[in-house]
């Protein structure tokens, strides 16, 4: 009997794993960490900034955040994604739903908290934050472009939160901030014709939807072509060391990624073009490190007190 509850506890832990995306959350810290060190403090020395007590209590703040946006998400689109995912909806629901809420409450708690320690500024930015994420999963992801950019959006905030702790308003950073939007906008117009059936099955009134699947295509399209923008300015303009050649791989690969996507009809090929954004985002955190590779080839330097 202790071994049959032993197995549930543990596969309940997976689920509220599997609701929160756990598997992103390692990506999200290490994007954090690596902007701090590579783009909005270049002066201080690394080890100083990975040892500062105040921007890991941000960077935590933000994945409790995150967790929960994720889990309220799931609370609201249970009945959409049991139509469009039912083998991961089945996961997710071995944690009920009343529960979901308590851990919600919870990680929002603990946030504020936290970041009260960093500073009352602080704390009202991720009240808002939290605010904004409950928003957007109760009311504006059911309309059409306004829920895809406020999804972007929230996305991309968690690093304000850092810019705000340095207070480095450099127009590089706004730069990487818009090439980041632009493939999260991408990505979640993606995700809507993934989930269509979903969609339509719970009133839900997003771009091909509403205005259908050519449309969408037509705006993923110039959303994709829009990205050679940010890239050109940050090429051109400022010094990203050998993260050019990021950039430039990343506008090959959406190339054909348009080209697929006009091929594209069922969910699995959405679901293959979904992947291929998520590979360019998370490959872009791991490439920031291209900026000033020395960082990494003279550690020794950073244990020097």
């Known amino acids: 009997m202790l071994k049959r509850k032993s197995k549930l506890l543990l596969m309940k832990i997976f689920s509220l794993f599997s609701v929160v995306r756990g598997y992103n959350i390692p990506i999200i810290v290490l994007a954090q960490y690596l ?55 089945m996961l997710d629901r071995l944690v009920s739903q009343k529960t979901k809420l308590q851990v919600y409450f919870g990680l929002n708690f603990l946030a504020a908290a936290l970041a009260f320690i960093v500073s009352w500024r602080a704390s009202l930015f991720f009240s808002v934050y939290i605010f904004l994420i409950w928003f957007y999963s109760h009311k504006l992801k059911k309309y059409p472009i306004v829920g895809n950019l406020t999804a972007s959006l929230l996305a991309v905030l968690p690093f304000f939160g850092i810019l705000l702790y340095f207070k480095n308003f450099y127009p590089e950073i706004f730069a990487h901030a818009s090439f980041l939007f632009l493939l999260i906008l991408i990505r979640e117009m993606i995700k809507d014709l993934e989930n269509i059936k979903g969609d339509i099955a719970n009133d839900y009134q997003t771009i091909p939807v509403r205005f259908g699947i050519k449309v969408s295509k037509n705006m993923i399209t110039l959303l994709t072509f829009l990205t050679i923008i940010p890239v050109y300015v940050l090429i051109e303009k400022y010094d990203v060391g050998y993260m050019d050649i990021y950039f430039y791989v990343s506008l090959m690969v959406l190339v054909f990624f348009c080209i697929k996507l006009w091929k594209s009809e069922t969910q699995n090929d959405y679901l293959e073009l979904h992947n291929i954004l998520k590979t360019i985002i998370v490959a ?7 900026i000033d590779p020395s960082v990494l080839l003279h550690g020794k330097t950073l244990l020097k007190f």
């Open 35 to 89: 902007s701090s060190i590579f783009i909005l403090d270049k002066e201080r020395r690394t080890l100083d900034i990975i040892l500062d007590w105040r921007l890991f209590i941000i960077v935590f703040v933000s994945t409790l955040t995150i967790a929960s946006g994720y889990i309220i998400n799931s609370f609201y689109d249970s009945a959409k994604d049991l139509i469009n995912r039912p083998k991961k909806s």
């Open 284 to 290: 872009g955190v791991f490439s920031i490190v291209l």
